[in-house]
């Protein structure tokens, strides 16, 4: 239990570098909101970076779904049902995902060609991102649950997690819903999902879980 737990560490920090890499250094740096001609300068101009970029997201989108993987088989044995309804938020997000890198090869393929359709494809990326969104935080309710259940975990890192849950999705009521509010309210948000996330692959990486003692007879 103890070296899943921690192996579930490593690859959560691992899909950690290789999404954040991908979005918020490679497609996060070439796209300009509105300007079609400077957005696909970019990725002409980073075409090799981007072509890292897609085989980095392929590891993060591997490494998303071996985490639930592990992290079922860790913590199933606390709700079977709640953990069946973790893996299953995860493996919809990244099925979403996986289709979801078609828009970034394609804006690749465009920037030869056609500018206008480059920035629509990252723009359809980006709202994939969105969708996917959805199960990333829909997945973190029912881990949360199971961390906070298990008794293995510090319950105020279940209570964190499933805070997180509730990031990711007010983050995007708040896209949709308010607007006018989005500037001040979604780094905030996404601030408590991310705390959530990085507060749980510390402890895995650092601490993992805490085996239960046998009782003597």
């Known amino acids: 239990m103890v070296v899943k737990a921690r192996l579930a560490g490593v690859f959560y920090l691992v899909l950690a570098v290789c999404g954040g890499f991908s979005e918020l250094v490679v497609r996060a740096g070439v796209v300009v909101p509105g300007d079609a ?6 990725v002409r101009a980073s075409a090799g ?15 998303f779904l071996v985490v639930a993987v592990l992290l079922h088989s860790v913590l199933g044995e606390v ?7 973790m893996v299953l938020c995860n493996a919809v997000a990244v099925a979403i995902m996986a289709v979801n890198m ?8 465009a920037a ?6 480059v920035l629509r494809l990252l723009e359809a990326h980006a709202d994939g991102y969105l969708v996917a969104q959805v199960f990333f ?5 029912p881990l949360g649950y199971l961390v906070f259940r298990s008794g293995w975990f510090p319950r105020a890192l279940g ?5 997180g849950s509730a990031g990711y999705l007010g983050d995007l009521v708040v896209r949709f819903a308010a607007a006018d509010l989005r500037a001040a309210l979604s780094p905030v948000l996404l601030g408590v ?22 009782q003597a007879a």
């Open 159 to 163: 209570v964190v997690v499933m805070a």
């Open 137 to 141: 935080g829909l997945w973190l309710l």
């Open 112 to 117: 030869t060609s056609d500018d206008g359709l």
């Open 37 to 42: 001609a400077a957005t696909a300068a970019n």
């Open 49 to 63: 970076l981007f072509r890292v970029a897609f085989a980095t997201d392929v590891v993060n989108i591997v490494c």
């Open 102 to 109: 078609v828009n970034h090869l394609g804006a690749l393929r």
């Open 79 to 85: 709700d079977r049902m709640v953990a069946m309804a």
């Open 193 to 214: 999902a991310s705390l959530a996330e990085v507060s749980l692959l510390l402890w895995l990486l650092v601490r993992s879980v805490r085996v239960p003692v046998p």
